[in-house]
């Protein structure tokens, strides 16, 4: 069974740093690839970084330098660190792990990022 637990989020001051944590079942885990996107009101969900079980990383270029995602493999969790935190950078963040012959994406319940101006 595929379970994705998202930690971590909440409400952080303009240039503040918050961290964003997601236990995965070992399923999830050992899937291709796992990471977050977010999406705030309105907008479609967009894919924020992402990191392959061989620990190769992407960013979108809106967050690059600023965030970083890693791997915790002894605890099954995947981390979003994200520093210098702008307002635009509001949004529900969701967890994922992708996987399988097909390639399915299995989403966490997503955690709120507010960032105050």
């Known amino acids: 069974q595929v379970q994705l637990v998202e930690s971590g989020g909440g409400l952080v001051q303009f240039g503040g740093s918050l961290r964003l944590s997601c236990a995965a079942s070992?399923?999830?885990?050992?899937?291709?690839?796992m990471g977050w996107y977010r999406q705030a009101p309105g907008k479609q969900r967009d894919l924020v970084a992402s990191i392959t079980t061989g620990g190769s990383t992407d960013y979108a270029d809106s967050v690059k330098d600023r965030f970083t995602i890693s791997r915790d493999n002894a605890k099954n969790t995947v981390v979003l660190q994200m520093s210098s935190l702008k307002p635009e950078d509001t949004a529900v963040y969701y967890c994922?792990?992708?996987?399988?012959?097909?390639?399915?994406?299995?989403w966490g319940q997503g955690t709120q990022v507010t960032v105050s101006s």
């Open positions: 070992r399923s999830a885990f050992s899937m291709h690839d």
């Open positions: 994922y792990a992708r996987g399988g012959i097909i390639s399915t994406r299995y």
